[in-house]
């Protein structure tokens, strides 16, 4: 039978014990013998005691749990080859060569890279005599098949990453709380949720909170934004409005590339309209809590297909993600995917110099 490992890495998200339960499942029922390698890519490079045989019962009772019971981090030595090295002898020390590695952008780049290199590192792990020829020969096709977990919602290729459902959740039910006090009190509010350079979670929080204002790195407000900010604020209040909120992406500059933070804009409010104006940086508790319900099915399907793609794939597969396209689970190449994520980085860190370039032009 065959053999595969799954690992969580980079940031957790709620949904990566839905989907590390799913294949440890999936896996046992077609008869695979399946791992766990503990903390990412620092147990595979470390191997040992971190690369551990799953049971059927060691994912018992974990649908419901946020975070992932294998732990992750961030490994400094698998950026460099002697780590992605020792990683490769791990693996066939363990007779694995089918793995699944949930993570965000940057895990997923790592995998793909280490399936590139996989043929190289076979070589020399052969030559300096850590693997004997037959073992290279047996183990020689490397499949990887990737599972974006990130509550950030920044990944191309998929509609929807494992987490941010329920990260969405968790900004609702503090934004519910604050509300209620909020408006007894007449207040404004200045949010800001997590996302780095994707405004997604904020976009939708800002949607379902009824948000006066978003700010979301994808576009930058104009200049003169201040006036119309405090416009807008001022014309709710007049018609009636007890709550204000602002809802700021924790990646959202100004036309300039300037960050715009939740200090700044309470000060600006609390100065020009003189509301009583707080801020809340929900930070952690974002990733925190249990899965929602949309969080459990998606990981479990995921991770349900990703053992499939594992079984099915031929030594000329290229490496996939399984990716959510409107209601259904579908493979897309996984260099694809990272190099589309990239490129919509760097275009919008483009955008943002060349409207600071225009600016400056200007005046
Ligand atoms: P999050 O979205 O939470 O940041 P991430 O997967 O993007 O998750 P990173 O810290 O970027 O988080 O990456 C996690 C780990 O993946 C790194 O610590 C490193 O071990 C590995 N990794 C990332 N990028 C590369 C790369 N270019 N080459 C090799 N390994 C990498």
């Not at 732990?71 to 950026?79: D, H, I, T, V």
């Not at 110099?353 to 005046?363: I, N, P, T, V, Y």
Request: a neutral charge.
């Amino acid at each position: 039978g065959h053999s595969l490992a799954v690992f969580t890495s980079g940031g957790d998200a709620q949904g990566m014990n839905p989907a590390v339960r799913a294949i440890v499942r999936m896996g046992i029922y077609l008869g695979c013998k399946v791992y766990f390698i503990h903390e990412g890519y620092q147990g595979l490079v470390d191997g040992g005691n971190s690369i551990r045989q799953a049971t059927w019962a060691s994912v018992s009772g974990i649908l419901d749990d946020g975070g992932t019971i294998i732990g992750s981090a961030r490994c400094k030595e698998f950026r460099e080859r002697p780590g992605r090295l020792r990683a490769a002898k791990n693996l066939i020390d363990h007779g694995i060569n089918n793995i699944v590695c949930i993570g965000g952008d940057g895990s997923l780049t790592g995998a793909n890279l280490f399936r590139k290199e996989w043929e190289n590192l076979l070589a020399e792990l052969v030559d300096t005599k850590q693997v004997t020829s037959e073992n290279a020969e047996k183990y020689k096709n490397l499949n990887i098949v990737g599972l974006v977990g990130s509550i950030d919602n920044d990944f191309c290729g998929t509609d929807m990453t494992i987490g941010a459902d329920s990260a969405l959740h968790r900004v609702m039910e503090a934004i519910d709380c604050i509300t209620t006090t909020a408006s007894s009190h007449q207040r404004c509010f200045v949010l800001e949720v997590m996302g780095r350079h994707c405004g997604y979670l904020a976009l939708v929080t800002a949607l379902s909170a009824d948000a006066d204002w978003v700010f979301i790195p994808e576009s930058p407000p104009e200049p003169g934004w201040e006036d119309q900010l405090c416009k807008k604020l001022k014309n709710t209040r007049e018609m009636g409005q007890r709550l204000n909120i602002v809802v700021i992406a924790e990646g959202a500059t100004d036309s300039e590339g300037r960050p715009i933070k939740c200090d700044d804009v309470r000060a600006l409010i609390a100065t020009r309209l003189k509301y009583d104006t707080r801020v809340t940086i929900l930070g952690h508790v974002q990733r925190g809590g249990c899965p929602s319900a949309f969080d459990r099915v998606l990981g479990t399907r995921m991770g349900t297909e990703a053992v499939l793609a594992l079984m099915e794939a031929t030594p000329t597969s290229q490496p996939v993600v399984i990716a959510l396209s409107g209601n259904q689970t579908v493979r897309v190449p996984l260099m694809h995917c990272v190099e589309k994520t990239t490129a919509v980085a760097q275009a919008m860190a483009d955008k943002r110099f060349k409207e600071a370039q225009d600016l400056r032009g200007r005046s």
